[in-house]
């Protein structure tokens, strides 16, 4: 059943509620905050508007009401990037006063037609009490089941019964996105060789409609000393932090991206099959080539492997009609203090690939890691590129550096930071404390992130989460020092793949990036 639309005052309630946690250092709130901003263009160009509205809100909150006062605010490296971010807020709150109306409005016709049709199916001789039950049906819903990307007009799908879905629908997203990037690329250069039209008297009546907006929503957002909210509720809308989303974002440092425009591994891996048509089917028609699809069988599939990750028998092609905004994946798994997970779809070639890769390192005793990126589409996450930062290793550590390398390139192909994957050469596969404190980090931005643990001597590997509670806050809050320590808490993390909001999708295009051969 698709859940009801919400109210913006539900919407606003669910964006104030998160955690803030000002021990987290400020370049990784920053990094938040601009995921933030990046999934909330990507649920608007679906039609979710309530996600929208939810994550925009919840960006110029963090903003505004906590990202102001964070300890190292005062650093000057951080205070370009945080001018960044509250420019990118009065952009929202223009943005959040269109919505608006357009939420309410349809929530208002939702509340009248069960109105309606409640009134048509009471008994004749009792009287029904509208009001009552506007009141009622208007109080927040239950937190597992409140899920604004959900309450649209689309059925949500199960990601366990739909992976060959969820795998067309990527690869023709992600390829649309593409051609759109390469378009929009193109567009720009040649603007710049051409002069500038005359600006329309129109789009300056429209800055200024905007620029009013701006104020009145930035005066309620900020407005401590009048205490009230849009609905008229009086109380600040900067209370109560506790979150539910807390997104990995990169640095806003929109430098050239000619440097990482050609980086492949190999160079005719899955950008370039991206940009191409997937071939019409055969003469056989899609049912009976489906039925007839022989099983892979693991030893044979492994042997076949090509660095893009699509080794495999052919897929009937994308339907042409395939848009995100016409499925929703519903969450597949809840953290321990209730709050739902987006489900993660994991190529199941990626981390053999990752060992090849890692392989030198291997027999020499050292750990290699690596960055798992992908896109949101349809309220899900996919996992569509692994990338190898440049890292410093030993046989029990591997550390990533040069990060505004990383995350250049990162932003640089609207990526976003999905978890991460190491070796253990000669170890079991378990996370060790430094590990734990590692993905803390991951975690504490993206509740989604996941981390991939790799044992070639054992022959084994497992994908894993902390815990919330007892582990997030167990991490975060740790003081012990020391390379290795133990922890007072047992539960500290948990399997995200059997089950959890992890689910492998045979087929699904991956693309191995290789920063460390980039200069």
């Known amino acids: 059943m698709v859940e009801r639309p919400l109210s913006v005052q539900q919407i606003v309630e669910e964006a104030q509620n ?81 919505l608006k109306p357009r939420i309410n409005a349809r929530y208002q016709r939702y509340e009248q037609l069960r109105q309606d049709r409640e009134a048509q199916n009471a008994p004749r001789n009792a009287p029904v009490n509208l009001n009552q039950s506007t009141t009622k049906s208007s109080s927040k819903p239950k937190s597992l089941s409140f899920e604004p990307a959900t309450a649209n007009h689309t059925e949500p799908l199960a990601a366990a019964d739909h992976r060959d879905l969820a795998v067309q629908l990527a690869h023709t997203e992600i390829r649309r996105r593409a051609t759109a990037k390469t378009a929009s690329r193109h567009a720009g250069e040649q603007g710049m060789r051409t002069a500038r039209p005359p600006i329309n008297q129109n789009h300056t009546v429209d800055d200024d409609t905007l620029t009013q907006q701006m104020q009145k929503l930035g005066s309620q957002l900020k407005g401590k000393a009048s205490g009230q909210t ?28 000619s440097d990482f425009s050609t980086i492949c591994a190999p160079k005719d891996a899955l950008v370039n099959g991206l940009m191409e048509d997937t071939p019409a089917p055969g ?14 069988s693991r030893t ?12 495999r028998l052919p897929s009937p092609p994308p339907k042409p009609d395939l848009k995100p905004s016409t499925f929703t994946f519903k969450p597949s798994a809840y953290l321990e203090n209730g709050s739902p997970l987006r489900t993660i779809f994991l190529p199941p070639n990626l ?25 949101l589409i349809s309220n899900a996450l996919f996992i569509s590129k692994l990338v190898i930062p440049d890292q410093e290793s030993t046989s029990d550590t591997c550390e990533t550096i ?41 975690q504490a931005m993206m509740p989604e992130s996941i981390a991939i643990v790799c044992a070639p001597s054992k022959g084994d590997w ?58």
């Open 283 to 296: 003469l056989p028609p899609k049912e009976k080539l489906l039925g007839n699809e022989p099983p892979i």
């Open 402 to 442: 040069n990060e505004d390398k990383l995350f250049e390139y990162v932003d640089g192909e609207d990526l976003m930071v999905l978890g991460w994957i190491h070796t253990h050469p000669t170890q079991t596969c378990f996370m060790s404390s430094r590990d734990l404190h590692t993905h803390a980090g991951y």
């Open 300 to 311: 044979n599939q492994e042997n076949s492997l090509k660095f893009d990750g699509s080794a």
């Open 18 to 98: 998160f955690d803030y946690n000002p021990l987290v250092p400020l370049k990784y709130w920053l990094r938040t905050a601009n995921t933030l901003l990046q999934e909330a263009g990507i649920y608007e160009r679906e039609g979710k508007i309530q996600q929208t509205y939810l994550l925009l809100f919840r960006h110029a909150q963090l903003v505004l009401g906590s990202l102001r006062a964070h300890p190292d605010a005062r650093q000057i490296q951080h205070r370009s990037n945080l001018q960044q971010a509250e420019r990118a807020v009065q952009k929202s709150l223009a943005k959040l006063e269109v």
């Open 462 to 519: 497992g994908v894993f989460r902390l815990t919330d509670p007892p582990g997030m806050k167990s991490v975060l809050g740790c003081t012990k020092t020391g390379l290795f320590h133990p922890h007072d808490e047992t539960n500290i993390y948990t399997d995200a793949l059997r089950p959890g909001h992890v689910y492998e999708a045979e087929g699904l295009h991956f693309d191995i990036v290789d920063l460390r051969q980039i200069q």
């Open 351 to 375: 981390r053999h690939q990752f060992l090849k890769i890692a392989l030198s390192n291997t027999q020499a005793n050292l750990e290699t890691c690596g960055v798992l990126c992908g896109t």
């Open 230 to 257: 849009q609905d008229g509720n009086s109380r600040s809308q900067f209370e109560n932090h506790r979150l539910i989303y807390r997104y990995p974002t990169v640095p806003e440092n929109r430098s050239s991206k």
